[in-house]
């Protein structure tokens, strides 16, 4: 079992709709992060957080609004998504330290119909 | 930025032959890391190397940071180890943040 969760697995919203992703550390880090991963592109980073502040926006939209309560559950709240937001999102954790490795959850597969 | 290229973009093998996979990058690292992504999405961790040699079962991976590349080895492939691979480096020294190859797809046959 991943020390990374993510949840849920798959979801499929309408542009309208209003959504979150969850994520979950059980590993003791204190970065973690959002990437996006389109069909045919590298994974795009999205957010970073560190000790629950945001170091990191990558040029995403606001449509796209994270949460970092604390150092272990990270959010990422959607609202009036297109269709080209479809992707599969992920959620990873590390020591935050430049030289941590980095563990990734399963994905929340999304499509914005 | 940083840029990660991966060769070969596609790989296609027969159950139980060795594979060779590459990551060039064009700037110094003092990180890079290896991962599996499988068929179903998860993306797993292989190796932390930012320079040297590890190994780990089947796989192996060696970076030559001086000469910006690195190589990840998987002997004796089997059906499971299908997927993508990705190499990802910080975009520059001292960042947590990584930048992620476009990856090697791999394919084995039984």
């Known amino acids: 079992e991943t020390g990374v969760t993510q949840t849920p697995r798959h979801l499929v919203m309408g542009m309208t709709n209003k959504k979150s992703l969850k994520c979950e550390q059980h590993?003791?880090?204190?970065?973690m992060y959002w990437y996006k991963q389109s069909a045919k592109k590298p994974l795009e980073l999205m957010f970073v957080y560190n000790f629950k502040e945001q170091t990191e926006n990558n040029s995403v939209p606001s449509r796209f609004s994270p949460e970092c309560p604390n150092s272990s559950h990270l959010f990422l709240h959607l609202h009036t998504l297109q269709p080209e937001d479809s992707a599969l999102y992920l959620c990873?954790?590390?020591?935050?330290?430049?030289?941590?490795?980095?563990?990734f959850g399963n994905g929340t597969r999304l499509t914005v119909t | 930025g940083i840029q990660v290229e991966q060769s070969p973009p596609d790989l296609i093998l027969q159950e139980g032959a060795n594979s060779t996979l590459r990551c060039n990058f064009s700037?110094?690292?003092?990180?890079l890391q290896w991962f599996h992504q499988n068929p179903w999405g998860q993306l797993i961790n292989l190796f932390y190397i930012p320079s040297g040699t590890k190994q780990n079962g089947r796989l192996s991976a060696t970076t030559v940071a001086t000469e910006r590349y690195s190589l990840l080895y998987i002997s004796s492939s089997q059906t499971t180890d299908s997927g993508v691979y990705f190499c990802?480096?910080?975009?520059?020294?001292?960042?947590?943040?990584?930048?992620f190859g476009k990856g090697t797809k791999l394919t084995v046959n039984p």
């Open positions: 990873a954790s590390s020591r935050g330290e430049a030289e941590s490795p980095l563990h």
């Open positions: 990802a480096v910080p975009p520059q020294g001292g960042s947590e943040k990584l930048v």
């Open positions: 700037d110094s690292v003092n990180n």
């Open positions: 590993l003791g880090h204190n970065a």
